[in-house]
Nanobody
Framework: QVHLVQSGGGLVQAGGSLRLSCAASGRTLGMAWFRQTPGKQREVVAFSSREGNSLYYGASVKGRFTISRDNARNTVYLQMNSLEPEDTAAYYC???????????????????WGQGTQVTVAS
């Protein structure tokens, strides 16, 4: 069992920045950030392999968001810059602990999820 505890998030003006953190209680493989708004499906924001040599970003955040991780601390970060009102959502970190073969943007790939944190970008 791996517990994921998120921190960060909140309210920011458009154009501003926020950083989300997700601390895992144990070793993980790939980790990702997803986001969800009411009535919409959860969508992947960013993914990092354990070593950080495979990084993927959702099209809408590419160039603005950066995922990074500190394996010594079992923590993954999401640096969000140039935030837009459309980035407003609940953000969730997710961790895979075994190879399921699912694509990085498939929620089924991940066994454990953080509690979620709200990010609100005001225009």
């Amino acid at each position: 069992q791996v517990h994921l505890v998120q921190s960060g998030g909140g309210l920011v003006q458009a154009g501003g920045s926020l950083r989300l953190s997700c601390a895992a209680s144990g070793r993980t493989l790939g980790m990702a950030w997803f986001r969800q708004t009411p009535g919409k499906q959860r969508e992947v924001v960013a993914f990092s392999s354990r070593e950080g040599n495979s990084l993927y970003y959702g099209a809408s955040v590419k160039g603005r968001f950066t995922i990074s991780r500190d394996n010594a601390r079992n923590t993954v970060y999401l640096q969000m810059n140039s935030l837009e009102p459309e980035d407003t959502a609940a953000y969730y970190c997710a961790a895979e602990v075994s190879n399921t073969g699912a694509a990085y943007n498939n929620a089924l790939r991940y066994t454990y999820w953080g509690q979620g944190t709200q990010v609100t970008v005001a225009s």
